[in-house]
Nanobody, 129 residues
Framework: QVQLVESGGGSVQAGGSLRLSCAASGITYTSYCMGWFRQVPGKERERVAAINSDGGPSYANSVKGRFTISRDNAKNTAYLQMDSLQPEDTAMYYC????????????????????????WGQGTQVTVS
């Protein structure tokens, strides 16, 4: 059974940094996309970043230039380095995986939609004050 465990959340002042980790276990395949999502109470969950098996990343406009997603395939672990954090980054952060792959069309890469992610972690809280 696939399980995802996030860690690294916490409280930080504006301008600070945090590094989230997502360790996946029970995966029997090598090609999958990993994503980071966040949700604030009362709002829809949004995708923050995603990364394909070959390391190709995708970012939400709101975090471009501040967040960096990476992964260690040998460890089935994804990371989200978050710099220059702002109060609006406060949310519960979740990682998820999907076997759907990004597709290239219209001149750009399109990563899987949120509904395509099959497995989710329990989340880790990030609070920026």
């Amino acid at each position: 059974q696939v399980q995802l465990v996030e860690s690294g959340g916490g409280s930080v002042q504006a301008g600070g940094s945090l590094r989230l980790s997502c360790a996946a276990s029970g995966i029997t395949y090598t090609s999958y996309c990993m994503g980071w999502f966040r949700q604030v109470p009362g709002k829809e969950r949004e995708r923050v970043a995603a990364i394909n098996s070959d390391g190709g990343p995708s970012y939400a406009n709101s975090v471009k230039g501040r967040f960096t997603i990476s992964r260690d395939n040998a460890k089935n672990t994804a990371y989200l380095q978050m710099d220059s954090l702002q109060p609006e980054d406060t949310a519960m952060y979740y990682c998820a995986i999907t076997r759907s792959a990004p597709a290239f069309y219209g001149g750009s890469w399109h990563f899987p939609e949120q509904r395509e992610y099959n497995y989710w972690g329990q989340g880790t809280q990030v609070t920026v004050s």
